[in-house]
């Protein structure tokens, strides 16, 4: 790629992130706001919490191959509420 092209690149993709992914940083009416000092319960807050509109969950590994090379992975699965109270087909 040359310079050019990174640059603009650069530049048009910087249009999109100030966006912040389409408002979704933003607070919306309908969802629940995250509190300082919340208590969690596990297991049970390890599922779906889906009055909040973003929510994530990571899984993590350290691997080691049969030749002895270290491999780290990550997966990260994102969920984007569109509307509050929406059905969750599929989810449940």
């Known amino acids: 790629m040359s310079r ?3 640059l603009l690149l ?3 993709s910087s249009g999109a992130l100030a966006q912040g992914f ?3 940083g933003a607070t919306a009416p309908g969802f629940a706001i995250p509190r300082a000092g919340t208590q969690l319960a596990f297991p049970r ?3 779906a919490h889906p009055d909040f509109r973003t929510e994530w969950w990571y899984v993590t590994a350290n691997l080691k191959g049969d030749d ?3 491999y780290g992975v990550q997966w990260t699965l994102f ?3 569109l ?3 929406a059905a969750r087909a599929g989810w449940d």
């Open 45 to 47: 807050d390890h599922g």
């Open 68 to 70: 002895g090379a270290a």
């Open 79 to 81: 969920r984007f509420a």
């Open 83 to 85: 509307q509050p109270n």
């Open 4 to 6: 050019r092209s990174a």
């Open 22 to 24: 389409g408002g979704l």
């Open 10 to 12: 650069a530049l048009s």
